[in-house]
C-alpha cells in the first residue's frame, strides 16, 4: 500500500498492531525522530520501533528534543541516521513522512512484505518563523500533536486493547 494514508480512516476497527514500524523523512532530525518517540512511548513494548532519514543530518534537532521532552516523550539518542545505519532492516510497516522517504521506501520494499504508508504532514522548518525561536517552538509542538493524533489513530492510544 503506497497511497496517502489517513491514519484512523478505518476507526471503527480496532487497529492491529504490526511488529515493527520504522518511519523515514528526509534528515531523520524532525519528523521521523519525532514519530519514533511517540510510538516508542505508546507502544514500545509491544512494537520494535525505529527511524531513519534519506540523507540524515550531521547532528540530533535541539527544538524536537525539546518539544518532545515538553510531553514526557524520550527523543532518540542515536541521533539522525540513515537507512543504512539500521541495525533492523526488515520492518512490517514503513510510515514516511516525506515524498522523498516514500519513494526510498518504495525501491527497499519491492521485494518484501513490507506495507508502506505516506502521511502527508508539515515540515516545521519550512513555516515562516522569522527566526523567533517561539514561533518556531509552535510549529513544532503543531508537528507533535498532529503526529501523535495520527498515531493514536493508526495504532490506538497506549494501554487500549489491540490486536
Do not use: Q
Amino acid at each position: 500500500m503506497s497511497d496517502v494514508t489517513k491514519p484512523g480512516a478505518n476507526a471503527e476497527r480496532k487497529p492491529v498492531l504490526p511488529g515493527s514500524v520504522l518511519f523515514a523523512c528526509n534528515l531523520n532530525t524532525v519528523r521521523s525522530s519525532m514519530a519514533e518517540a511517540i510510538l516508542k512511548k505508546l507502544h514500545g513494548h509491544r512494537i520494535y520501533v525505529d527511524s531513519a532519514g534519506v540523507a540524515p543530518a550531521e547532528e540530533p534537532d535541539p527544538f524536537t528534543a525539546e518539544v518532545l521532552r515538553e510531553e514526557g516523550f524520550t527523543p532518540s539518542a542515536s541521533g539522525p541516521k540513515g537507512f543504512d545505519d539500521l541495525d533492523e532492516t526488515s520492518f512490517d510497516l514503513i510510515v514516511a513522512l516525506t515524498p522523498e522517504a516514500r519513494a526510498k521506501a518504495e525501491v527497499l520494499t519491492r521485494s518484501s512484505a513490507t506495507d508502506v504508508e505516506y502521511w502527508e504532514v508539515e515540515d516545521p522548518l519550512a513555516a515562516p518563523t522569522g527566526g523567533n525561536r517561539d514561533r518556531r517552538l509552535a510549529a513544532y509542538r503543531e508537528l507533535r500533536n498532529t503526529l501523535r493524533r495520527y498515531i493514536e489513530a493508526r495504532f490506538g492510544r497506549a494501554g487500549a486493547a489491540t490486536g
